[in-house]
């Protein structure tokens, strides 16, 4: 979080960063907890959201002492067959697979 933040708020191509507040603090934080959170959550973005789409982390630190960490992409690939599931749940069975990349051709 510490390197996004040092890069500041901002975007390129891909990928957008904002914090709130601003300044945003200081945080006594596991860094490398943290990065593998959000890189996880990043590289789901980009697996599962839409090719090539763009790619938002929001952070935002609460009065309350949370820290919300979001990462928003564009839907991907059957999207609405997704939402269409009589029983959207079964997304989360264990072993599932439903998305078209993960399924193996032939």
């Known amino acids: 979080l510490h390197e996004l933040i040092s890069r500041g708020e901002g975007r390129d191509e891909r990928f957008s960063y904002t914090f709130s507040p601003s300044p945003f603090p200081k945080l006594d934080i596991d860094p490398k907890l943290l990065y593998h959170v959000h890189r996880n959550a990043v590289s789901n973005a980009a697996k599962y959201g839409r090719r090539g789409g763009r790619i938002a982390t929001e952070a935002e630190w609460s009065s309350t002492g949370w820290l919300t960490l979001r990462v928003i ?34």
């Open 73 to 106: 992409n564009l839907p991907g690939a059957n999207h609405a067959e997704l939402l269409a599931l009589e029983t959207p749940t079964v997304v989360f069975e264990k072993g599932r697979r439903m998305h078209a990349e993960s399924v193996p051709s032939g």
